[in-house]
Protein backbone atom coordinates (compact mmCIF):
# COMPACT_ATOMS: atom_id res chain seq x y z
CA UNK A 1 0.00 0.00 0.00
CA UNK A 2 2.83 2.16 1.07
CA UNK A 3 4.46 1.53 -2.31
CA UNK A 4 0.97 2.37 -4.53
CA UNK A 5 0.55 5.44 -2.35
CA UNK A 6 4.02 6.95 -2.71
CA UNK A 7 4.93 6.03 -6.23
CA UNK A 8 2.22 5.20 -7.93
CA UNK A 9 1.98 1.67 -8.82
CA UNK A 10 0.02 -1.17 -7.34
CA UNK A 11 1.85 -4.19 -6.04
CA UNK A 12 1.63 -6.44 -8.75
CA UNK A 13 3.34 -3.55 -11.04
CA UNK A 14 5.77 -3.58 -8.38
CA UNK A 15 6.36 -7.18 -8.11
CA UNK A 16 6.57 -7.12 -12.52
CA UNK A 17 8.66 -4.40 -12.22
CA UNK A 18 11.45 -6.06 -9.78
CA UNK A 19 10.92 -9.47 -11.33
CA UNK A 20 11.66 -8.02 -15.03
CA UNK A 21 14.55 -5.79 -13.81
CA UNK A 22 16.46 -8.96 -12.04
CA UNK A 23 16.00 -10.95 -14.79
CA UNK A 24 17.08 -8.58 -17.63
CA UNK A 25 20.24 -7.61 -15.96
CA UNK A 26 21.20 -11.27 -15.28
CA UNK A 27 20.76 -11.53 -19.09
CA UNK A 28 22.74 -7.60 -19.52
CA UNK A 29 25.59 -9.62 -17.03
CA UNK A 30 25.89 -12.19 -19.58
CA UNK A 31 25.59 -11.35 -22.98
CA UNK A 32 26.23 -7.01 -22.11
CA UNK A 33 22.72 -6.58 -24.19
CA UNK A 34 18.61 -6.80 -22.96
CA UNK A 35 18.09 -5.30 -20.29
CA UNK A 36 16.06 -1.98 -21.66
CA UNK A 37 14.03 -3.85 -24.29
CA UNK A 38 12.97 -6.59 -21.43
CA UNK A 39 11.95 -4.04 -18.64
CA UNK A 40 10.66 -1.19 -21.40
CA UNK A 41 8.52 -4.70 -23.06
CA UNK A 42 7.22 -5.48 -19.98
CA UNK A 43 6.37 -2.48 -18.08
CA UNK A 44 4.95 -0.43 -21.01
CA UNK A 45 2.01 -3.29 -20.73
CA UNK A 46 0.74 -1.44 -17.78
CA UNK A 47 2.65 2.33 -18.03
CA UNK A 48 2.95 4.91 -20.45
CA UNK A 49 6.19 4.74 -22.09
CA UNK A 50 7.10 7.85 -21.48
CA UNK A 51 6.93 7.48 -17.55
CA UNK A 52 8.54 3.97 -18.04
CA UNK A 53 11.71 4.85 -21.25
CA UNK A 54 13.51 7.62 -18.44
CA UNK A 55 13.43 4.88 -15.11
CA UNK A 56 14.98 2.20 -17.13
CA UNK A 57 17.55 4.12 -19.18
CA UNK A 58 18.82 5.06 -15.13
CA UNK A 59 18.65 1.41 -14.26
CA UNK A 60 20.39 0.48 -17.52
CA UNK A 61 22.99 3.89 -17.09
CA UNK A 62 23.72 2.04 -13.29
CA UNK A 63 24.06 -1.48 -14.90
CA UNK A 64 26.51 0.02 -17.69
CA UNK A 65 28.79 1.66 -14.56
CA UNK A 66 28.77 -1.58 -12.59
CA UNK A 67 29.62 -3.80 -16.40
CA UNK A 68 31.78 -1.77 -18.68
CA UNK A 69 35.08 -0.89 -16.62
CA UNK A 70 35.48 -4.88 -16.17
CA UNK A 71 34.55 -5.12 -19.94
CA UNK A 72 37.01 -2.42 -21.59
CA UNK A 73 39.50 -4.48 -22.39
CA UNK A 74 37.76 -6.71 -25.07
CA UNK A 75 35.75 -3.17 -26.31
CA UNK A 76 36.39 -2.96 -30.29
CA UNK A 77 37.02 1.01 -30.38
CA UNK A 78 37.75 1.47 -34.26
CA UNK A 79 34.38 0.19 -34.47
CA UNK A 80 32.70 1.90 -31.58
CA UNK A 81 33.98 5.33 -32.43
CA UNK A 82 31.44 5.68 -36.01
CA UNK A 83 28.65 4.40 -34.22
CA UNK A 84 28.82 6.86 -31.64
CA UNK A 85 29.24 9.70 -33.73
CA UNK A 86 25.92 8.40 -35.52
CA UNK A 87 24.54 8.16 -32.47
CA UNK A 88 25.34 11.82 -31.34
CA UNK A 89 23.03 12.89 -34.29
CA UNK A 90 19.74 10.46 -33.82
CA UNK A 91 19.34 10.56 -30.04
CA UNK A 92 18.38 13.98 -29.79
CA UNK A 93 15.03 13.47 -32.79
CA UNK A 94 14.36 10.40 -30.81
CA UNK A 95 13.71 12.31 -27.57
CA UNK A 96 11.79 14.90 -29.87
CA UNK A 97 9.53 12.06 -30.83
CA UNK A 98 8.99 10.56 -27.14
CA UNK A 99 7.36 13.80 -25.93
CA UNK A 100 4.96 13.62 -28.57
CA UNK A 101 3.95 10.58 -29.74
CA UNK A 102 0.85 9.29 -28.29
CA UNK A 103 1.00 6.34 -25.48
CA UNK A 104 -0.43 3.52 -28.17
CA UNK A 105 1.87 5.09 -30.71
CA UNK A 106 4.38 4.13 -28.47
CA UNK A 107 3.11 0.96 -27.66
CA UNK A 108 2.99 0.09 -30.55
CA UNK A 109 6.22 0.83 -32.22
CA UNK A 110 8.50 -0.78 -28.95
CA UNK A 111 6.74 -3.72 -29.98
CA UNK A 112 7.46 -3.99 -33.64
CA UNK A 113 10.92 -2.96 -32.83
CA UNK A 114 11.75 -5.61 -30.31
CA UNK A 115 10.11 -8.15 -32.52
CA UNK A 116 11.85 -7.37 -35.70
CA UNK A 117 15.13 -7.69 -33.62
CA UNK A 118 14.14 -10.97 -31.95
CA UNK A 119 13.36 -12.47 -35.43
CA UNK A 120 16.99 -10.95 -36.57
CA UNK A 121 18.73 -12.39 -34.29
CA UNK A 122 17.14 -15.74 -34.29
CA UNK A 123 17.89 -16.30 -38.02
CA UNK A 124 21.45 -15.88 -36.94
CA UNK A 125 22.72 -13.04 -39.77
CA UNK A 126 26.57 -13.56 -40.19
CA UNK A 127 28.73 -10.93 -42.01
CA UNK A 128 31.89 -12.13 -43.42
CA UNK A 129 33.94 -8.67 -42.19
CA UNK A 130 33.33 -5.87 -40.18
CA UNK A 131 31.42 -3.07 -41.74
CA UNK A 132 32.88 0.44 -42.95
CA UNK A 133 32.96 3.85 -40.70
CA UNK A 134 29.77 5.01 -43.33
CA UNK A 135 27.26 1.74 -42.31
CA UNK A 136 28.80 1.79 -38.74
CA UNK A 137 28.06 5.98 -38.53
CA UNK A 138 24.33 5.00 -39.78
CA UNK A 139 23.19 1.77 -37.46
CA UNK A 140 24.61 4.61 -34.59
CA UNK A 141 22.12 7.07 -35.82
CA UNK A 142 19.31 4.58 -35.70
CA UNK A 143 20.15 3.11 -32.59
CA UNK A 144 20.61 6.93 -30.96
CA UNK A 145 17.21 7.38 -32.32
CA UNK A 146 15.80 4.68 -30.77
CA UNK A 147 17.55 5.15 -28.14
CA UNK A 148 15.59 8.50 -27.63
CA UNK A 149 12.15 7.58 -28.78
CA UNK A 150 11.51 4.20 -27.18
CA UNK A 151 14.91 3.97 -25.18
CA UNK A 152 15.95 0.87 -26.47
CA UNK A 153 19.52 1.23 -28.48
CA UNK A 154 19.53 -2.59 -28.63
CA UNK A 155 17.86 -3.28 -31.64
CA UNK A 156 19.91 -1.42 -33.88
CA UNK A 157 23.17 -2.02 -32.31
CA UNK A 158 22.51 -5.55 -30.89
CA UNK A 159 21.50 -7.21 -34.37
CA UNK A 160 24.71 -5.11 -36.04
CA UNK A 161 27.46 -6.47 -33.98
CA UNK A 162 25.66 -10.11 -33.63
CA UNK A 163 26.23 -9.93 -37.15
CA UNK A 164 30.07 -9.00 -37.42
CA UNK A 165 32.48 -11.56 -37.10
CA UNK A 166 33.65 -10.13 -34.14
CA UNK A 167 34.10 -12.92 -30.94
CA UNK A 168 31.73 -13.12 -28.14
CA UNK A 169 33.87 -11.03 -25.72
CA UNK A 170 34.40 -8.35 -28.09
CA UNK A 171 30.56 -8.01 -28.93
CA UNK A 172 29.39 -8.20 -25.26
CA UNK A 173 31.80 -5.34 -24.33
CA UNK A 174 30.99 -3.42 -27.84
CA UNK A 175 27.74 -3.57 -27.19
CA UNK A 176 27.56 -2.74 -23.41
CA UNK A 177 30.16 0.35 -24.07
CA UNK A 178 27.99 1.68 -26.16
CA UNK A 179 24.77 1.63 -24.21
CA UNK A 180 26.52 3.37 -21.91
CA UNK A 181 27.02 6.17 -23.85
CA UNK A 182 23.75 6.15 -25.10
CA UNK A 183 21.95 6.34 -22.42
CA UNK A 184 24.32 9.50 -20.91
CA UNK A 185 23.51 11.15 -23.75
CA UNK A 186 20.09 10.38 -23.92
CA UNK A 187 19.40 10.84 -20.31
CA UNK A 188 21.00 14.37 -20.44
CA UNK A 189 18.41 15.64 -23.26
CA UNK A 190 15.74 14.16 -21.21
CA UNK A 191 16.86 15.48 -17.99
CA UNK A 192 16.63 19.23 -20.27
CA UNK A 193 13.08 18.22 -21.57
CA UNK A 194 11.64 17.46 -18.19
CA UNK A 195 11.24 13.78 -18.72
CA UNK A 196 13.25 13.40 -15.19
CA UNK A 197 10.72 13.59 -12.80
CA UNK A 198 10.53 12.63 -9.00
CA UNK A 199 9.05 9.81 -9.43
CA UNK A 200 11.09 8.63 -12.50
CA UNK A 201 14.17 8.86 -9.94
CA UNK A 202 12.30 7.34 -6.82
CA UNK A 203 11.53 4.16 -9.01
CA UNK A 204 14.46 3.93 -10.00
CA UNK A 205 15.94 4.23 -7.00
CA UNK A 206 13.62 1.20 -5.53
CA UNK A 207 14.57 -1.17 -8.59
CA UNK A 208 18.49 -0.85 -8.23
CA UNK A 209 19.59 -3.30 -6.14
CA UNK A 210 17.61 -6.01 -8.27
CA UNK A 211 20.05 -4.13 -11.27
CA UNK A 212 23.53 -4.66 -9.10
CA UNK A 213 22.18 -8.18 -7.79
CA UNK A 214 21.47 -9.49 -11.60
CA UNK A 215 24.63 -8.07 -13.26
CA UNK A 216 26.78 -9.99 -10.14
CA UNK A 217 24.65 -13.04 -11.28
CA UNK A 218 25.17 -12.74 -14.87
CA UNK A 219 28.78 -12.07 -14.86
CA UNK A 220 29.42 -14.89 -12.59
CA UNK A 221 27.53 -17.25 -14.65
CA UNK A 222 29.48 -15.92 -18.14
CA UNK A 223 32.43 -18.65 -17.22
CA UNK A 224 29.76 -21.14 -16.38
CA UNK A 225 26.66 -21.17 -18.77
CA UNK A 226 26.44 -21.39 -22.29
CA UNK A 227 26.33 -17.73 -23.85
CA UNK A 228 23.58 -19.40 -26.77
CA UNK A 229 21.68 -20.52 -23.95
CA UNK A 230 20.80 -17.67 -22.54
CA UNK A 231 20.37 -15.87 -26.12
CA UNK A 232 17.48 -18.12 -26.83
CA UNK A 233 15.94 -17.77 -23.75
CA UNK A 234 16.14 -13.86 -23.65
CA UNK A 235 14.98 -13.93 -27.11
CA UNK A 236 11.93 -16.13 -26.38
CA UNK A 237 10.96 -13.45 -23.66
CA UNK A 238 11.48 -10.79 -25.59
CA UNK A 239 8.92 -12.46 -28.49
CA UNK A 240 6.44 -12.95 -25.96
CA UNK A 241 6.52 -9.39 -24.68
CA UNK A 242 6.49 -7.82 -27.83
CA UNK A 243 3.32 -9.71 -28.76
CA UNK A 244 1.94 -8.39 -25.77
CA UNK A 245 2.67 -4.94 -26.20
CA UNK A 246 0.99 -5.56 -30.16
CA UNK A 247 -1.52 -7.22 -28.79
CA UNK A 248 -2.99 -5.01 -26.18
CA UNK A 249 -3.05 -1.80 -28.71
CA UNK A 250 -4.92 -3.80 -31.60
CA UNK A 251 -7.43 -4.97 -28.74
CA UNK A 252 -7.86 -1.22 -27.17
Keep these: MLAEVLFGWSPAIWALAALATLAAAVVRGLTGFGFAMIVIAALVLFEAPVAVIPMVLLLDLAASV ?5 LRHDINRPLLTPLVIGALLGVPLGVAVLTHLPVDAMRLTI ?29 GAMAGF ?47 SGLITEIVLLRAAV ?8 IFIGQRAFQRI ?16 AVGAIARVLVS
Design 146 to 192: LSGSIGMPGPAVIVFFLASPLSVAAVRASIAAFIFMTDVLTLALMLW
Design 111 to 139: GVAVLVAVVTLANGVRAPRLPGRGLSATV
Design 226 to 241: DPEMVRHVALVVLALL
Design 66 to 70: HLVPS
Design 207 to 214: LAPAVVLG
